[in-house]
């Protein structure tokens, strides 16, 4: 257990509406990732950070970003929700004692009617 | 760019046979190999990671390949139950990134 915990797992929201979801861990642990993953899609990454204040973007990274004020916490805003957000979206750390073996939350189910 | 495809797709196989999962990635630069899985409904629980300077990894009934050269890692399962039965992820870390590249998975069903 990486002590990696989401909220909120669940969330239906509307179309425009702002969306916050939340990362924490409880390793400070300096690379935190958010991925969603889709049907026929995988896995792919939206945006990371690799310290406090410190985020680079993904691959998916176009209509989210995201905030890293306090090492424990990643959050990822959805500005104005779209249906094509509907996902599952996970958060991974880093370990780097560990060979940067990557460890991943329970993951949050968001819907955008 | 890194791509990663994993075969098959789907497999389905009687309780007790071994099996072997592929993975293939085109950009041999790889710090490391990570192989995943995933149960329906549930996040990815790590099963095993080989660094570039290694060859395989075992745990318990899973032993893991890496060929750097060819591009390639196995993920071989022993006498497997119907408990193994989940999706298995392989994704690579490359060289000059901190960012792992997924395949697209592997749904393995056991049948008793």
């Known amino acids: 257990d990486a002590g990696i915990t989401q909220s909120p797992r669940h969330k239906v929201t509307e179309t425009g509406t702002p969306v916050t979801l939340r990362c924490h861990q409880t390793?400070?642990?300096?690379?935190m990732y958010w991925y969603r993953q889709d049907p026929g899609h995988g896995l792919r990454l939206i945006h990371y950070?690799?310290?406090?204040?410190?985020?680079d973007k993904g691959e998916v990274s176009d209509g989210y970003s995201v905030s890293r004020s306090k090492t424990e916490d990643f959050l990822l805003t959805l500005e104005s929700a779209t249906s094509s957000q509907t996902s599952v979206y996970f958060c991974a750390i880093r370990a780097p004692g560990q060979g940067n073996e990557q460890f991943f939350g329970p993951g949050t189910r968001l819907t955008v009617l | 760019k890194q791509e990663v495809t994993q075969i098959p797709a789907a497999l389905s196989v009687p309780e007790g046979e071994n099996l072997v999962l592929n993975c293939s990635f085109t950009d041999s630069a790889i710090y490391n190999l990570q192989w995943f899985r995933q149960d329906p409904g549930k996040g990815l629980t790590s099963l095993l990671l080989?660094?570039?300077?290694?060859r395989e990894q075992t745990s318990g009934r899973l032993n893991a390949s890496l060929d750097k050269s060819s591009g390639r890692s196995t993920l071989y399962i022993a006498a497997s139950q119907p408990g193994d039965s989940a999706t298995y992820l392989c994704?690579?870390?490359?060289?000059?990134?901190?960012?792992?590249?997924f395949g697209a998975g592997t749904i393995l069903r056991v049948k008793s």
């Open positions: 950070s690799y310290g406090v204040k410190d985020t």
């Open positions: 390793e400070n642990h300096r690379y």
């Open positions: 994704a690579v870390e490359g060289m000059n990134g901190n960012k792992l590249v």
């Open positions: 080989i660094q570039s300077s290694q």
